[in-house]
């Protein structure tokens, strides 16, 4: 801080989605997860476990979703429809989701929350999943304009998913 001069509130703070995920892009969100006891959005740490379970759902009612996995300073992104799930011996979850596919190695995810921000329909909760670093590895929500009964069945979800007891 520098006297006089007013500190500059991050722009994940009051942000969308998108500062969000430019929040983790900086430096895998560490510096968000330290400091997201300001966030005044939702958020809530929901167990590991739960991811699976999550994709299998979303697979077997036919709920497109996004999945974004992060490297230093870089993101990709799939969305759409969840096909096939599939779970390896250890501990890996496998999404084929449109033309794309993702695999999660849960054994390394050492947290994760739910967190909502305003997105294309408004707040739209996201699964953030942390390494054991604290660096976020993966995002699990919708991303850009979906119908609004997708929004809903979504947001419907996430409020359903149980968090860990404090």
Known sequence: MVPGVPERVPAWED???????????ADGGAARREAFHRY???HRPI???????????????GLPIGVAV???AAMQECGGRVHVTDRT???RVFAAIAE???????????????VRS???????????LDDEDGRCVAVVTQFGMVGEDVHAAWEHLAASLP???T
Not at 47 to 61: G, Q
Not at 100 to 114: K, N, Q
């Open 15 to 25: 942000g969308d989605q998108l500062a969000q995920l430019d929040a983790v892009l």
């Open 40 to 42: 005044r959005g939702e």
């Open 47 to 61: 167990e590991v476990d739960v991811v699976p379970a999550v994709l299998d759902h979303v697979c077997s009612v």
């Open 118 to 128: 305003t997105a294309a329909h408004g707040p739209t909760s996201a699964l953030e």
């Open 89 to 91: 011996v250890g501990g």
């Open 100 to 114: 794309s596919s993702v695999e999660i190695d849960l054994a390394g995810v050492r947290a994760c929350h739910l």
């Open 70 to 72: 992060f490297a230093p």
């Open 163 to 165: 968090g860990i007891p």
